[in-house]
T-cell receptor
Framework: DAGITQSPRHKVTETGTPVTLRCHQT?????MYWYRQDPGHGLRLIHY???????DKGEVSDGYSVSRSKTEDFLLTLESATSSQTSVYFC?????????????FGSGTQLSVL | GQSLEQPSEVTAVEGAIVQINCTYQ??????LSWYQQHDGGAPTFLSY????GLEETGRFSSFLSRSDSYGYLLLQELQMKDSASYFC???????????FGAGTRLFVKA
């Protein structure tokens, strides 16, 4: 299994507070992704990174920011959490080349915004 | 833009064969992937079709037809443990975004 760790695994927060989720990998993969999963919507891409300090927006990036200062860490920040951001958040990694199409996912973070 | 459509639910009997379809609209993509996700778990990669045709991996096969904008995942000799959600996904040309369909919930009955 790919070495991907997400923290925290569960978090409950209040509307309006900032929240940061962390994804840490030990695979030295170049690409990292943040997805959110909601019933009926599948996995929707929030932001992704194709290298240190290289990031881009996905399908549902409003209200989220990311940072990648090291290859192994990709942080997702909810600047001011809203109830609509209650979701399960998954981090994923991939590597260019033959395995580029294969995403490895972390175990997910269940976030509840009250 | 890109969009993928899958049936929301499929039910089949243990030991049977089931096909989960995925139709897509995209201006271009590298290939079609399939992922499996059990309740409470993370998605895991199942298969990838870069070219048209059938790819077989044990009990699972995946098919792609670019001319028909269509693909499917075929599960044979269904087992109870195959009850899960299945997602198709594509990565568009010139980028690194992998976009997923909404998923198909497969129920396997005894």
């Amino acid at each position: 299994d790919a070495g991907i760790t997400q923290s925290p695994r569960h978090k409950v927060t209040e509307t309006g507070t900032p929240v940061t989720l962390r994804c840490h990998q030990t695979e030295n993969h170049r690409y990292m992704y943040w997805y959110r999963q909601d019933p009926g919507h599948g996995l929707r891409l929030i932001h992704y990174s194709y290298g240190v300090k290289d990031t881009d927006k996905g399908e549902v990036s409003d209200g989220y920011s990311v940072s990648r200062s090291k290859t192994e860490d990709f942080l997702l920040t909810l600047e001011s959490a809203t109830s609509s951001q209650t979701s399960v958040y998954f981090c994923a990694i991939s590597e260019p080349g033959t395995t580029n199409e294969k995403l490895f996912f972390g175990s997910g973070t269940q976030l509840s915004v009250l | 833009g890109q969009s993928l459509e899958q049936p929301s639910e499929v039910t089949a009997v243990e030991g049977a064969i089931v096909q989960i379809n995925c139709t897509y609209q995209t201006s271009g993509f590298y290939g079609l992937s399939w992922y499996q996700q059990h309740d409470g778990g993370a998605p895991t990669f199942l298969s990838y079709n870069a070219l048209d045709g059938l790819e077989e991996t044990g009990r699972f096969s995946s098919f792609l037809s670019r001319s028909d904008s269509y693909g499917y995942l075929l599960l044979q000799e269904l087992q109870m443990k195959d009850s899960a959600s299945y997602f198709c996904a594509v990565r568009g040309l010139g980028g690194f975004k992998t976009i997923f369909g909404a998923g198909t919930r497969l129920f396997v009955k005894a």
